[in-house]
C-alpha cells in the first residue's frame, strides 16, 4: 500500500533565508537609506515582527519579504497579519503570526475534508500530522492537491515520507 504523512509546518531554515535576503534588499534599497526599518523572527511566539518608521514602509517590507518567501517554496497559507500599530513616538510594527500543527478545529476540518473528497483508503492523526494510506498513489496524489487548493484550508500542507 502507497502511504504518505501530511504535515502543517513552515521550513525554519528556508524562513531564515528569507529573512536574510529581506534585510539585504532593504539595505540596498535607496528609498530605505538611513531607515531603521527591518524584519525579524521571534522563534518562541512563532511570529515574525515588521518594524519601520511608517505604514508604507511596513507594507512594502512586507512586500519584500513575501517575495522573498515565495521565491523560496514558503506558502502564505499559514501567516496571519495583524493591524499597523504604533510603537512610540516614531516607529510603526506589524506581526504576522505562523501557525504550524493541526489543533481541533484544523482536525475536524481535515477529516470533513478528506470525507468529502471521497478517498477511498486510510486516514489517521498521529503526533501532529496525518498518515494517509490508499491502494493507489494516484488517489493519495490527487487528494493532497484537493486539500492544498481548498478554499476552506488555511494551513500550509506538505507532504513527508512517501512510500510506494
Not at 521550513?11 to 527591518?38: C, H, P, W
Not at 522563534?43 to 518608521?53: H, N, P, T
Not at 511596513?58 to 522573498?68: A, E, G, Q
Request: proline content about 1%; aromatic content about 6%; hydrophobic content about 35%.
Amino acid at each position: 500500500m502507497a502511504s504518505f504523512d501530511l504535515v502543517s509546518r513552515i521550513d525554519a531554515m528556508e524562513l531564515s533565508n528569507a529573512l536574510k535576503n529581506t534585510e539585504k534588499v532593504i539595505q540596498g534599497r535607496y528609498d530605505f537609506k538611513g531607515s531603521e526599518a527591518k524584519a525579524e523572527y521571534k522563534e518562541k511566539e512563532k511570529l515574525i515582527e515588521i518594524q519601520a518608521e511608517d505604514e508604507m514602509k511596513v507594507r512594502t517590507v512586507l512586500d519584500i519579504l513575501r517575495t522573498n518567501m515565495g521565491k523560496r517554496g514558503i506558502g502564505f497559507k499559514g501567516m496571519t497579519e495583524s493591524k499597523i500599530l504604533p510603537l512610540g513616538l516614531k516607529h510603526k510594527k506589524m506581526t504576522l503570526s505562523l501557525t504550524s500543527g493541526f489543533d481541533k478545529d484544523a482536525q475536524k476540518l481535515m477529516n470533513r475534508l478528506i470525507k468529502e473528497s471521497g478517498f477511498k483508503g486510510k486516514s489517521q492523526y498521529m503526533d501532529e500530522k496525518y498518515r494517509l494510506e490508499s491502494k493507489s498513489i494516484d488517489e493519495l496524489q490527487a487528494l493532497f492537491q484537493f486539500l492544498r487548493s481548498h478554499a476552506d484550508m488555511t494551513l500550509e500542507l506538505h507532504m513527508e515520507n512517501l512510500k510506494r
